[in-house]
Structure formats: structure tokens, C-alpha cells
């Protein structure tokens, strides 16, 4: 937390050494530009603080983890203005000469301490440990970059120049606490890279329904699951897939639910040994809604149950390609719908289909009485 402290004590007391053979000696301060005062002095002033790019998103090599992974410590790069302060005036009118031999003699100085080291005593105590070697560093500050900071302390314009310092870093309070040891070693061996889902045949699925899944690199370990949607029913996290037939490459499988909730869906496929994973792979599938029965009559003129799989509260009815009113379609729940199906409707067999979830479901053919 002391380390920018750390960086402007050691950058005075570089000056301080610099000028310590002057006569007049300058004497070197830390402090604003607008300070008030007639000594002959140097002055360090930061006047901005930014982040250090090399160093921004990683941890110090020198340390390591010392903080929770993911939350490195605040790597910085100060600018400084060394600005020389002549004394008041003097008979001749020559102050301002001692304080640019002030300026050109810390300039030397710090051009020939460029890089400060842990072990140098110069180097201030509250600075360390560092993670790399101090670097100082002139800039190159045009005119109206200096005007404009002195511009912004309403002071006349006086003999500056520019370095930055880096790296400085600022510890993160957060502390890193290791994971446990490896305590048993596992090793899996396993005949293949992983699963790879090839295609589903057909794309629109539906429960009662058997589909295809063709997998490359199947082994006895693969397991396949349909991914949870809001609005399915109470269940496991992700739906085991029933599986109907076994063959090279490819798997006979059953959705396990006829109240899952209908639209595009995701298949997983999960390959482990020994609790390890060894691969896994996604494909995409439609869930679309359909009517299952009954395989009585419909009776005409007053509400009739139609059972169904992937029903949803938005659902549709289409008696012979026609859509029914909203007012004789009642939803109750995704495995049954109430319809009055219209007077006018000739009797004998028809197709019924329903709409949900922005997908349609196939055809089913029933009798009306």
C-alpha cells in the first residue's frame, strides 16, 4: 500500500544526491506545482497515475500467486514533472542559473541511476519488495502538454521535464489460498478422443417417438442427455435419454418426458472414465408438439379432451388445416387440451394438428362423430 510513497522518497533522495555538490545546493521537495515558497529547489510532482500495459492482466513472475487467482495486483506507471524552483532574485539577477545547473545535475543522475535494484540503498524502504527493477524513464513532454498542466495550477510556466517510473505495484488484499495436495492419482485410458454427434434423424422430435442420434467414436461410457429449458417439468438437471437400440455408430434413443416444454432443444453428449472426462459434444434438435389421442370420436357442439405430448400454454389447434378460435381452445396442461370442435365440421376422419411454442407439431388423424 506504500509504494508510491516508496517511489517518491527514492526519487528525492536520487535528486538529493545528484545536487549534493552544488553550491548554491537546490533542495528537493515533493509537492504540488502551486506551493509558495523563495528557496532555490527541485520540485516532484505526479501528476498522473496509469495502468502498467505489460503487466496488467497477470501475476508478478517474481512472486507468483499471492493473490486469488484471477485478481492480480494494481500494476502502475507514474508520471512525474521534475520542475526547477530558482531562489528570489539576487543583485545580479542570476537565479535562475543555479536552478538550471540544479536541473541538469538531477538529470544526469537519474539518467545514470535509470534502473534501481532491490539491493541499492537509495531505493526507499517502503518501495519494496519490487517485482522488477525500478525503470526511470525521461519523456518526451512537447511545450503544450506542459503548458496546459501548468496552465491548470495558474502559474507562470517554469523549466520542467518529464519521466515515468515503473513498475510499481500495489498489493491486492486478497489472499490466495492453495487447493489441496493431489492425494491419489488418476489416470483413464480410454479408446477413443471423444464424441462426436453426427446428425439426428428426424430433426423434430417428439415423446412415444423413437429417433436416431449417429455418433462417431461411441463407446460404453457415452452417455446422452437433452438439456434442461425453462418450463419442463420438475426433474434432473439435464434428461437422460432413453435408449431403445444400441448399434455401431449410432443410437436408438426416447425423449423421457412428454411435458417437456416444445422449440429448439440441445442433445449433450458426455464421454468419462474413472470420474475423468474424456470428451464431449453438442447437437441441436427441434421438440415440437402433437396430438396422441383419443381414439374414440369427437363429439361435435360441446368440450372435448384431446391428449397430446409438448403441449404449452400458447397452443394451437388446427382441425383439418384450419386454425380453431382461441375462445374453443383451453390449455390444462402440456399433456392435455380442451377443444369444442365446431357444429359445421363434417363428420369422419380428419387431421389435427397443434402449434406451440412458435413450432408445429405432425398431423394426427382422428374421428369426428
Given at each position: 500500500?506504500t509504494a508510491?510513497?516508496?517511489?517518491?522518497?527514492t526519487?528525492?533522495?536520487?535528486?538529493?544526491?545528484?545536487v549534493?555538490?552544488l553550491?548554491p545546493?537546490?533542495?528537493?521537495?515533493?509537492g504540488?506545482l502551486?506551493r509558495?515558497?523563495?528557496?532555490?529547489r527541485?520540485?516532484w510532482?505526479?501528476?498522473?497515475?496509469?495502468?502498467?500495459?505489460?503487466?496488467?492482466?497477470?501475476?508478478?513472475?517474481?512472486?507468483?500467486?499471492?493473490?486469488?487467482?484471477?485478481?492480480?495486483p494494481?500494476?502502475?506507471?507514474?508520471s512525474?514533472?521534475?520542475?526547477a524552483?530558482?531562489?528570489?532574485?539576487?543583485?545580479g539577477?542570476?537565479?535562475?542559473?543555479f536552478a538550471?545547473a540544479g536541473?541538469a545535475?538531477?538529470m544526469?543522475?537519474?539518467?545514470?541511476?535509470?534502473l534501481?535494484t532491490e539491493?541499492?540503498?537509495?531505493?526507499?524502504?517502503?518501495?519494496?519488495p519490487?517485482?522488477?527493477p525500478?525503470?526511470?524513464?525521461m519523456?518526451d513532454l512537447?511545450?503544450?502538454?506542459?503548458s496546459?498542466?501548468?496552465?491548470?495550477?495558474?502559474?507562470p510556466?517554469r523549466?520542467s521535464v518529464?519521466?515515468?517510473?515503473?513498475l510499481?505495484?500495489?498489493?491486492?488484499?486478497q489472499?490466495?489460498?492453495?487447493g489441496?495436495p493431489?492425494r491419489?492419482?488418476?489416470v483413464a485410458v480410454?479408446?477413443?478422443l471423444g464424441p462426436?454427434?453426427?446428425?439426428?434423424?428426424?430433426?423434430r422430435?417428439?415423446?412415444g417417438?423413437?429417433?436416431?442420434?449417429?455418433?462417431?467414436?461411441?463407446?460404453?461410457?457415452?452417455?446422452l442427455t437433452l438439456?434442461?429449458?425453462?418450463?419442463?417439468?420438475a426433474?434432473?438437471?439435464?434428461?437422460?435419454l432413453?435408449v431403445?437400440?444400441?448399434a455401431?455408430?449410432?443410437l436408438?434413443?426416447?425423449?423421457?418426458d412428454p411435458?417437456?416444454?416444445p422449440g429448439?432443444r440441445?442433445i449433450d453428449a458426455?464421454?468419462?472414465?474413472?470420474?475423468l472426462?474424456?470428451?464431449?459434444?453438442?447437437?441441436?434438435?427441434?421438440?415440437?408438439p402433437?396430438?396422441?389421442?383419443?381414439?374414440t370420436?369427437?363429439a361435435k357442439?360441446?368440450?372435448?379432451t384431446?391428449?397430446a405430448?409438448h403441449?404449452a400454454?400458447?397452443v394451437?389447434?388446427f382441425?383439418?388445416?384450419?386454425a380453431l378460435?382461441s375462445?374453443?381452445?383451453s390449455?390444462?396442461?402440456p399433456?392435455?387440451i380442451?377443444?369444442?370442435?365446431?357444429?359445421?365440421?363434417?363428420?369422419?376422419a380428419?387431421?389435427v394438428?397443434?402449434?406451440?411454442?412458435?413450432?408445429?407439431?405432425?398431423p394426427?388423424?382422428?374421428e369426428?362423430?
Amino acid at each position: 500500500m506504500t509504494a508510491i510513497q516508496g517511489v517518491d522518497e527514492t526519487l528525492k533522495e536520487l535528486a538529493k544526491q545528484a545536487v549534493a555538490s552544488l553550491s548554491p545546493k537546490p533542495d528537493v521537495t515533493v509537492g504540488p506545482l502551486d506551493r509558495e515558497d523563495d528557496d532555490l529547489r527541485l520540485n516532484w510532482f505526479l501528476y498522473r497515475v496509469g495502468p502498467n500495459p505489460a503487466y496488467r492482466n497477470m501475476e508478478p513472475p517474481r512472486t507468483g500467486w499471492r493473490t486469488s487467482r484471477g485478481r492480480p495486483p494494481l500494476a502502475l506507471s507514474l508520471s512525474y514533472l521534475l520542475t526547477a524552483f530558482p531562489a528570489s532574485a539576487t543583485n545580479g539577477g542570476d537565479q535562475e542559473q543555479f536552478a538550471h545547473a540544479g536541473m541538469a545535475a538531477a538529470m544526469r543522475g537519474l539518467h545514470e541511476n535509470a534502473l534501481v535494484t532491490e539491493d541499492e540503498p537509495v531505493l526507499s524502504a517502503l518501495a519494496k519488495p519490487l517485482v522488477e527493477p525500478l525503470r526511470i524513464t525521461m519523456q518526451d513532454l512537447d511545450l503544450e502538454a506542459i503548458s496546459k498542466i501548468w496552465t491548470a495550477v495558474s502559474k507562470p510556466l517554469r523549466l520542467s521535464v518529464g519521466y515515468e517510473v515503473s513498475l510499481v505495484v500495489v498489493d491486492s488484499t486478497q489472499v490466495h489460498a492453495a487447493g489441496p495436495p493431489v492425494r491419489t492419482r488418476r489416470v483413464a485410458v480410454a479408446p477413443s478422443l471423444g464424441p462426436r454427434l453426427v446428425s439426428v434423424t428426424p430433426g423434430r422430435i417428439g415423446h412415444g417417438v423413437d429417433f436416431t442420434v449417429a455418433v462417431e467414436g461411441l463407446t460404453s461410457a457415452t452417455v446422452l442427455t437433452l438439456a434442461r429449458e425453462d418450463g419442463d417439468p420438475a426433474g434432473p438437471d439435464d434428461w437422460p435419454l432413453t435408449v431403445v437400440e444400441a448399434a455401431a455408430g449410432s443410437l436408438t434413443l426416447q425423449l423421457p418426458d412428454p411435458g417437456l416444454v416444445p422449440g429448439a432443444r440441445r442433445i449433450d453428449a458426455t464421454a468419462s472414465e474413472a470420474g475423468l472426462l474424456l470428451g464431449r459434444d453438442t447437437i441441436g434438435v427441434t421438440v415440437v408438439p402433437r396430438v396422441t389421442g383419443p381414439a374414440t370420436p369427437l363429439a361435435k357442439g360441446t368440450p372435448v379432451t384431446l391428449t397430446a405430448v409438448h403441449a404449452a400454454s400458447d397452443v394451437e389447434v388446427f382441425l383439418g388445416g384450419a386454425a380453431l378460435p382461441s375462445a374453443q381452445v383451453s390449455f390444462v396442461s402440456p399433456t392435455e387440451i380442451s377443444v369444442t370442435i365446431p357444429g359445421s365440421t363434417p363428420a369422419g376422419a380428419t387431421d389435427v394438428m397443434l402449434r406451440a411454442g412458435k413450432v408445429a407439431g405432425p398431423p394426427t388423424q382422428v374421428e369426428i362423430a
